[in-house]
């Protein structure tokens, strides 16, 4: 699977979009990307994935640039409870050993 | 259930003991896998069941780490003689499978926190 980097971590004022980038540089054209987030003492939570067209849910949008080399996942009105790990993973349909990196510490600062 | 369960939720154990964590997956998920996170860490790929296929060992970190999946279901992971780096949450996922990964992705439980002191 291909490696995906991401900023240690972010802030981000309660109320504005918090948008967190994701470098999947070597990523290939049968990979998705996904994009899990885990609160506190929780396990990961799914919150959207993509192949290389833009995607909405009622969580979050996911923007992944033409070359599909980087990725930006959109919290359009960021609270409080969105305070979390973010981490952003590439992989294929079928079975991946699929490792998470430490992810995006976003702060949602009141 | 609802979702992932994992159990039990936290257990402190002496060096050189051995547990069992247990994990009860959505009922129908034929897919799950094992992860470990240390404190400050990213999730760690232990092992990962598929149906009636043979088990991916090739991320348990020792021989004093095993796992099985009785009847397609209930998982249990046994480390033996623990050791204090052994510390750390286990989390649980499951899935519907293979071609249903592509659409919902992984769910995990809760995790389970062993402290070896």
């Known amino acids: 699977d291909a490696k995906t980097t991401q900023p240690t971590s972010m802030d981000c004022a309660e109320g504005r979009a918090a948008n967190l980038p994701c470098n999947h540089s070597?990523?290939?054209?049968?990979?998705?990307v996904y994009w899990y987030r885990q609160i506190h003492s929780q396990g990961p939570q799914y919150i959207i994935h993509?192949?290389?067209n833009n995607e909405t849910n009622e969580m979050a949008s996911l923007i992944i640039t033409e070359d599909r080399k980087s990725s930006t996942l959109i919290l359009p009105h960021a609270t409080l409870r969105d305070t979390a790990v973010y981490y952003c993973?590439?992989?294929?349909?079928?079975?991946?050993?699929?490792?998470f990196g430490t992810g995006t510490k976003l702060q949602v600062i009141p | 259930g609802a979702g992932v369960s994992q159990s039990p939720s936290n257990k402190v154990t002496e060096k050189g003991k051995d547990v069992e964590l247990r994990c009860d997956p959505i009922?129908?998920?034929?897919?799950l896998y094992w992860y470990r996170q240390s404190l400050g860490q990213g999730l760690e790929f232990l092992i990962y069941?598929?149906?009636?296929?043979?088990?991916?060992k090739s991320g348990l970190p020792s021989d004093r780490f095993s796992a099985e999946r009785t009847g397609g279901s209930v998982s249990t992971l046994t480390i033996q003689r623990t050791q204090q780096e052994d510390s750390a949450v286990y989390l649980c996922?499951?899935?519907?499978?293979?071609?249903?990964?592509?659409?919902?992705?992984?769910?995990f439980g809760s995790g389970t926190r062993l402290t070896v002191v």
């Open positions: 996922a499951s899935s519907l499978g293979q071609g249903a990964l592509v659409v919902y992705g992984y769910t």
């Open positions: 070597t990523i290939s054209g049968n990979e998705y």
């Open positions: 993509g192949l290389k």
């Open positions: 993973i590439s992989r294929t349909g079928g079975y991946q050993k699929v490792t």
């Open positions: 009922s129908g998920h034929t897919a």
């Open positions: 069941f598929q149906g009636n296929s043979a088990p991916d």
